[in-house]
């Protein structure tokens, strides 16, 4: 079976473009979580979907930053403009039902290089 | 709140030496307990879970046991390999359906 698939691997560009990175989540998976990793703040929590609708984007850092989920089987996270601090890696990851017993898998994550 | 407290890193061991990383946590409820692994340029892998108190997860030679008593689900492994090499992150799922990364532990295994 496909895992969580992530698009670009690798992203470079400069400050002020914007950035879209996408997200196919594991079929049949009902929620769906972005996340950003830095090594100065680890693994941080963006926003997370249930069955498409965002329930929770407390973390996603400023008005710059906007994720959508159109359909079940996809999902972007968008930076405009971008900014240097943005640079990190930014996982995707899908987890199947409500319950807390089921774990979360992750996507290859996408890294992002604003410079 | 609900939060995962981890072993400050970098572990550094020689192979076949016995592994332990610490992990604590705090929550509301019941909530389930994970570690996961994350190599070199590649997402996280759930390594193992445990679901409820006693509970014991294991894989690849690694256990972790759920301990309700002393809020702990710590990391071992009785004999590391090279391969093992990699950052383990301990985490929590609560019945709010949130997840807790603890801030990850990074482990070298010299030959």
């Known amino acids: 079976d496909a895992g969580v698939i992530q698009s670009p691997r690798h992203e470079v560009t400069e400050m002020g473009q914007e950035v879209t990175l996408r997200c196919k989540p594991i079929?049949?998976?009902?929620?769906l979580f972005w996340y950003r990793q830095t090594m100065m703040r680890g693994l941080e929590l963006l926003i997370y979907?249930?069955?498409?609708?965002?329930?929770?984007d407390s973390g996603m850092p400023e008005d710059r930053f906007s994720a959508k989920m159109p359909n079940a089987s996809f999902s972007t996270l968008k930076i405009q403009p971008s900014e240097p601090r943005d640079s990190a890696v930014y996982f995707c990851?899908?987890?199947?039902?409500?319950?807390?017993?089921?774990?979360?898998?992750f996507g290859e994550g996408s890294r992002l290089t604003v410079l | 709140g609900d939060s995962v407290t981890q072993m400050e890193g970098p572990v550094t061991l020689s192979e076949e030496a016995f592994l332990t990383i610490n992990c604590t946590y705090t929550?509301?409820?019941?909530?389930?307990l994970f570690w996961y692994v994350q190599y070199p340029g590649e997402g996280l892998q759930l390594l193992l879970k445990?679901?409820?108190?006693?509970d014991k997860g294991s894989n690849k030679g690694f256990e972790a046991t759920y301990r309700k008593e002393t809020t702990s689900f710590h990391l071992e492994k009785g004999s590391v390999q090279v391969s093992d090499s990699a950052v383990y992150f301990c985490?929590?799922?609560?019945?709010?359906?949130?997840?807790?990364f603890g801030t990850g532990t990074s482990l070298t295994v010299i030959p």
């Open positions: 445990a679901t409820k108190a006693d």
């Open positions: 985490a929590l799922r609560t019945g709010g359906n949130q997840f807790y």
């Open positions: 929550a509301t409820g019941y909530p389930s």
């Open positions: 990851a899908s987890s199947p039902f409500y319950s807390r017993a089921g774990e979360l898998f």
């Open positions: 079929s049949g998976h009902d929620y």
């Open positions: 979907f249930n069955n498409n609708v965002p329930i929770d």
